[in-house]
T-cell receptor, first 109, second 117 residues
């Protein structure tokens, strides 16, 4: 069975401080990992995926297969980063996404 | 705007009733996915359709069913509603849906909030 765990329901950081949103997963094969974000009053949208290895809005995430983690990081938090963040996993050959329960990031001005 | 539309935005009904939620995918997308988001369970995958055919099933109750029509819009039917079915129901769409290869980016709709009283 595949599972995604986001251990923090709420994370508060000051503007300009580093941010790390944790995501641990359980999957027996080679998964695809994603981070989705939901800003206030907006729909869920893809932030980044591990395959792309890109930085979006200053966020990066590295897939650590040894530790089965896909933590989301940003060196300097901005107020506009305040949102709900969901880590998601897709198994090999599957388009179905398994989501974590989400972490609410609050950036304090 | 991702282009996925869902109607209605809100739905309030009573236990035992039946409701239909509607989703129109982005232009050109062949796959439609349904998710349920509740406070205790988070976002859970229910079912996927690709070009009119059921492709994958998740944690969908037998009281729930879905279909995708020739024009690619999809409907999620919820029957014999219970208090615990109160949740936000999301629809998402993607270009592909066939197994193998990279997972398509899924584009989400705004959701339908169902309240069962």
């Amino acid at each position: 069975a595949q599972r995604v765990t986001q251990p923090e329901k709420l994370l508060s950081v000051f503007k300009g401080a580093p941010v790390e949103l944790k995501c641990d997963y359980s999957y027996s094969g080679s998964p695809e990992l994603f981070w989705y974000v939901q800003y206030s009053r907006q729909r869920l949208q893809l932030l980044l995926r591990h395959i792309s290895r890109e930085s979006i809005k200053g966020f990066t995430a590295d897939l650590n297969k040894g530790e089965t983690s896909f933590h989301l990081k940003k060196p300097f938090a901005q107020e506009e980063d305040s949102a709900m963040y969901y880590c998601a996993l897709s198994g090999a050959g599957s388009y179905q996404l398994t989501f974590g329960k989400g972490t609410k990031l609050s950036v304090i001005p | 705007d991702s282009g996925v539309t869902q109607t209605p935005k809100h739905l309030i009904t009573a236990t035992g009733q039946r409701v239909t939620l509607r989703c129109s995918p982005r232009s050109g997308d062949l796959s439609v996915y349904w998710y349920q988001q509740s406070l205790d369970q988070g976002l859970q995958f229910l079912i996927q359709y690709y070009n009119g055919e059921e492709r994958a099933k998740g944690n969908i109750l037998e009281r729930f069913s879905a279909q995708q029509f020739p024009d690619l819009h999809s409907e999620l039917n919820l029957s014999s509603l219970e208090l615990g079915d109160s949740a936000l129901y999301f629809c998402a769409s993607s270009v592909g849906g066939l197994s193998g290869g990279r997972t398509d980016t899924q584009y989400f709709g705004p959701g339908t909030r169902l309240t069962v009283l």
